[in-house]
């Protein structure tokens, strides 16, 4: 039987994510369907490339999508929208 990896802080984060409104508002910034924390899910999981959310804290390359196409451009965005 195979145990699953469990999800550690990338996991973790992934997942606050996938509730904010403003990770929702920056996914539809990029012409991403947003409406739910299920479409951010989704978007996280295609975007790196993985099966679950918690491989992002077990497989290096998935991290480094995570960190390229998600939490960069999300920090950018947000940094933007604060001094707006």
């Known amino acids: 039987m195979m145990t699953r990896a469990k999800g550690g802080p990338l996991a973790?984060?992934?997942g606050?994510?996938?509730n904010e409104p403003a990770f929702l508002?920056?996914?539809r910034s990029t012409n991403q369907p947003a409406?739910?924390?299920?479409?951010a899910a989704e978007f996280i999981r295609a975007r790196c490339c993985v099966?679950?959310?918690a491989q992002l804290d077990h497989d290096a390359?998935?991290?480094?999508?995570f960190?390229?196409?998600v939490r960069g451009p999300y920090?950018?965005?947000r940094a933007a929208a604060t001094h707006a």
């Open 25 to 27: 508002e920056w996914m």
């Open 75 to 77: 920090a950018k965005y």
């Open 12 to 14: 973790r984060l992934a």
């Open 35 to 39: 409406n739910t924390p299920q479409d």
């Open 67 to 69: 960190e390229r196409y």
């Open 61 to 65: 390359e998935a991290k480094a999508r």
């Open 51 to 53: 099966e679950s959310r």
């Open 16 to 18: 606050l994510w996938a």
